[in-house]
């Protein structure tokens, strides 16, 4: 069976093809990229890529010509996972897994519009299919994290709402299992125990055996602080972000459960300790 994964050099794309090295079985990988330069790291490892946009329909025509499967890793642009769905249709393609957004009828950053029109999109298509609604990286939130371990401080004003983080890895190798393995589900919510960023600092007390103090505060006294640290813009754009999203409410966090993602890994999801002890040595 050919199996093609799109966005093979992105992080969740890197993740499932970490494991796909060991555990692809009888299949054949075969990994979209943008240009020949992006996929030569992938090429040494010894999969075959198909170069594709896209934003390109003739471009995905060509890369999914004799596919039987693919993982369509999603993008924020609006609009192009369209021109990826139709050339699948066009080529036959027998299953598509498609990673869009835990929580898509709550307001998540304007983001859920765009997966719930290729969720229906998919739909129409009637190509069989599995949606998995991953819910937000704990990497996101991770520079944060750092800062707080150099700094020995984490300031929050985002009280004891919750967001139940994942670790990347954890959403890829389920994934990459889907995709090997297919589901007889149509939509899978993939999410963790919801967590605090108070409870956040103390994870990381205890991933990184250092003290660190952590207090609320207002969000003018965290925007000054965070203003004091060096992170990167970024970084603090990110700390902003989800926690006024956090104060927000009304976004389906407090239902976040590991259950779905666990009945796939056949593994408990990688516990935050654990997850912040690996982002901190990687």
Same mark, same amino acid.
């Given at each position: 069976?050919?199996?093609?994964?799109?966005?093979?050099?992105?992080?969740?794309?890197?993740?499932?093809?970490?494991?796909? /090295?060991?555990? %692809?079985?009888?299949? %054949?990988?075969?990994?979209?990229?943008?240009?020949?330069?992006?996929?030569?790291?992938?090429?040494?490892?010894? &999969?075959?890529?198909?170069?594709?946009?896209?934003?390109?329909?003739?471009?995905?025509?060509?890369? $999914?010509?004799?596919?039987?499967?693919? !993982?369509?890793?999603?993008?924020?642009?609006?609009?192009?996972?369209?021109?990826?769905?139709?050339?699948?249709?066009?080529?036959?393609?027998?299953?598509?897994?498609?990673?869009?957004?835990?929580?898509?009828?709550?307001?998540?950053?304007? $983001?859920?519009?765009?997966?719930?029109? /290729?969720?229906?999109?998919?739909?129409?298509?009637?190509?069989?299919? /599995?949606?998995?609604?991953?819910?937000?990286?704990?990497? !996101?939130?991770?520079?944060?994290?750092?800062?707080?371990?150099?700094?020995?401080?984490?300031?929050?004003?985002?009280?004891?709402?919750?967001?139940? *983080?994942?670790?990347?890895?954890?959403?890829?190798?389920?994934?990459?299992?889907?995709?090997?393995?297919?589901?007889?589900?149509?939509?899978?919510? &993939?999410?963790?125990?919801?967590?605090?960023?108070?409870? $956040?600092?103390?994870?990381?007390?205890?991933?990184?055996?250092?003290?660190?103090?952590?207090?609320?505060?207002?969000?003018?006294? &965290?925007?000054? *602080?965070?203003?004091?640290?060096?992170?990167?813009?970024?970084?603090? &754009?990110?700390?902003?972000?989800?926690?006024?999203?956090?104060?927000?409410?009304?976004?389906?966090?407090?239902?976040?459960?590991?259950?779905?993602?666990?009945?796939?890994?056949?593994?408990?999801?990688?516990?935050?300790?654990?997850?912040?002890?690996?982002? $901190?040595?990687?």
């Amino acid at each position: 069976m050919n199996i093609l994964i799109t966005g093979a050099n992105g992080g969740y794309g890197t993740h499932v093809l970490n494991y796909l /090295t060991q555990n %692809k079985k009888n299949n %054949k990988i075969i990994c979209l990229v943008r240009s020949e330069e992006k996929g030569k790291k992938i090429k040494e490892k010894g &999969f075959e890529i198909r170069i594709g946009d896209y934003s390109n329909l003739d471009s995905m025509k060509k890369a $999914l010509k004799g596919i039987d499967r693919v !993982l369509l890793v999603s993008t924020h642009v609006p609009g192009v996972h369209k021109n990826v769905i139709d050339a699948a249709k066009e080529n036959g393609v027998k299953y598509i897994v498609y990673t869009s957004l835990y929580g898509v009828d709550y307001q998540k950053f304007g $983001l859920e519009k765009n997966h719930k029109e /290729t969720e229906e999109y998919i739909k129409k298509s009637g190509i069989p299919h /599995t949606i998995l609604r991953n819910n937000w990286y704990l990497e !996101l939130i991770f520079p944060l994290l750092e800062i707080a371990k150099k700094e020995h401080k984490l300031l929050y004003y985002s009280g004891d709402n919750r967001i139940s *983080w994942i670790l990347r890895k954890d959403l890829a190798e389920a994934g990459a299992k889907i995709i090997l393995d297919k589901s007889d589900k149509e939509i899978l919510d &993939f999410a963790n125990k919801p967590c605090s960023l108070k409870e $956040l600092g103390n994870y990381l007390i205890e991933a990184s055996n250092e003290k660190i103090d952590i207090k609320e505060v207002t969000k003018e006294e &965290f925007e000054n *602080w965070i203003n004091s640290t060096g992170i990167s813009q970024m970084g603090k &754009f990110l700390s902003i972000s989800y926690q006024d999203y956090l104060l927000k409410g009304n976004n389906g966090e407090e239902d976040g459960t590991p259950e779905d993602l666990e009945k796939i890994l056949n593994h408990p999801v990688t516990s935050y300790p654990d997850s912040i002890k690996y982002l $901190l040595n990687h």
